[in-house]
């Protein structure tokens, strides 16, 4: 994809989104899937969207219809789960009539990426359950406190669109501090020995907004020039609003690059307060670096 591609696929995303965010805040209580991607039901605002992604009917096999049908389950095998303690965790992509999803494409490496945040976003795992057939993905985690997290799971059904399907679940436990999600003062960090510094083109909503992450080791400030790929790309990024409604898709402008600067594009649906997380591969390590910005 050229970058002109990638900045239009980006600009649909968000845009459906943005449609989809509001619908999803107003789905009935027994609606089990909460779907951040594309939901079910259209407001105006998402039935926009739908039109200009038809405008743009050249775009490959991103087509809206297939992920609408789409439903994911999320649940505990051994029905609950404890903080500290070795959980599997199932996610079954069915149809809305019920029926498994088996076809998934490859998307970054992997067929269904799941994120995983609590309450107040201090808790991110992004991880990669494997298939077992059926429409269902299995993978194992342990949650460090009781409460609310939030899973998402990314993929991409063959001929349909990336969608990003989300549930709240509850975790056995005591509760860690409800800290509040606190714009950055300085986007500057240090992580595993790097100093990461991230710059932001825009921080105003719905502007094409270009991500540009410096990452320099922390003791000598050299830039490094050697990043490894991290998920077939040079890095990866996760993007969620404050109260984890709204989940961005990042993609690199430069999947190739190897650093020191690695950037991405992405756009902002609304104000607020947005966590990014920035993934990123050297010397064999993943280095998971958090940032949280004030959209205007
Ligand atoms: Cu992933």
């Given at each position: 994809?050229?970058?002109?591609?990638?900045?239009?696929?980006?600009?649909?995303?968000?845009?459906?989104?943005?449609?989809?965010?509001?619908?999803?805040?107003?789905?009935?209580?027994?609606?089990?899937?909460?779907?951040?991607?594309?939901?079910?039901?259209?407001?105006?605002?998402?039935?926009?969207?739908?039109?200009?992604?038809?405008?743009?009917?050249?775009?490959?096999?991103?087509?809206?219809?297939?992920?609408?049908?789409?439903?994911?389950?999320?649940?505990?095998?051994?029905?609950?789960?404890?903080?500290?303690?070795?959980?599997?965790?199932?996610?079954?992509?069915?149809?809305?009539?019920?029926?498994?999803?088996?076809?998934?494409?490859?998307?970054?490496?992997?067929?269904?990426?799941?994120?995983?945040?609590?309450?107040?976003?201090?808790?991110?795992?992004?991880?990669?359950?494997?298939?077992?057939?059926?429409?269902?993905?299995?993978?194992?985690?342990?949650?460090?406190?009781?409460?609310?997290?939030?899973?998402?799971?990314?993929?991409?059904?063959?001929?349909?669109?990336?969608?990003?399907?989300?549930?709240?679940?509850?975790?056995?436990?005591?509760?860690?501090?409800?800290?509040?999600?606190?714009?950055?003062?300085?986007?500057?960090?240090?992580v595993n020995d790097k100093?990461i510094?991230?710059?932001?083109?825009?921080?105003?909503?719905?502007?094409?907004?270009?991500?540009?992450?410096?990452i320099?080791d922390?003791?000598?400030?050299?830039?490094i020039n050697n990043l490894e790929?991290y998920?077939?790309?040079?890095g990866?990024?996760?993007?969620?609003?404050?109260?984890?409604?709204?989940?961005?898709?990042?993609?690199?402008?430069?999947?190739?690059?190897t650093g020191p600067?690695?950037?991405?594009?992405?756009?902002?649906?609304?104000?607020?307060?947005?966590?990014?997380?920035?993934?990123f591969q050297h010397r064999g390590e993943v280095i998971?670096?958090?940032?949280?910005?004030?959209?205007?």
């Open positions: 994809m050229n970058k002109k591609m990638m900045i239009l696929s980006t600009l649909l995303t968000f845009s459906l989104l943005a449609g989809c965010g509001n619908a999803n805040e107003n789905a009935p209580a027994n609606e089990n899937n909460h779907t951040s991607g594309h939901g079910a039901s259209h407001d105006q605002a998402g039935n926009q969207a739908e039109n200009q992604a038809d405008n743009h009917g050249g775009h490959g096999a991103e087509q809206i219809p297939v992920s609408d049908n789409l439903k994911a389950s999320f649940a505990f095998a051994s029905g609950s789960a404890k903080a500290n303690e070795e959980t599997e965790i199932t996610v079954q992509i069915t149809n809305k009539d019920g029926s498994p999803v088996n076809d998934f494409e490859v998307n970054h490496e992997k067929l269904l990426h799941l994120i995983i945040v609590n309450h107040d976003l201090s808790y991110f795992a992004h991880i990669h359950p494997d298939f077992k057939g059926d429409g269902k993905f299995t993978i194992n985690n342990a949650f460090p406190a009781g409460g609310k997290y939030k899973m998402f799971a990314d993929f991409k059904p063959v001929g349909g669109s990336t969608t990003t399907l989300s549930e709240w679940m509850d975790v056995e436990g005591k509760e860690g501090e409800h800290a509040a999600v606190t714009p950055d003062s300085k986007l500057v960090k240090e100093e510094e991230l710059a932001l083109t825009s921080t105003k909503a719905k502007e094409d907004v270009t991500l540009t992450f410096d320099r922390a003791k000598t400030k050299q830039g790929p998920l077939g790309a040079v990866h990024v996760v993007i969620l609003s404050e109260d984890a409604g709204q989940y961005l898709h990042v993609h690199p402008l430069d999947e190739k690059a600067k690695a950037q991405f594009a992405t756009s902002f649906p609304k104000s607020g307060t947005y966590k990014i997380w920035g993934q998971t670096v958090p940032f949280v910005v004030e959209v205007k």
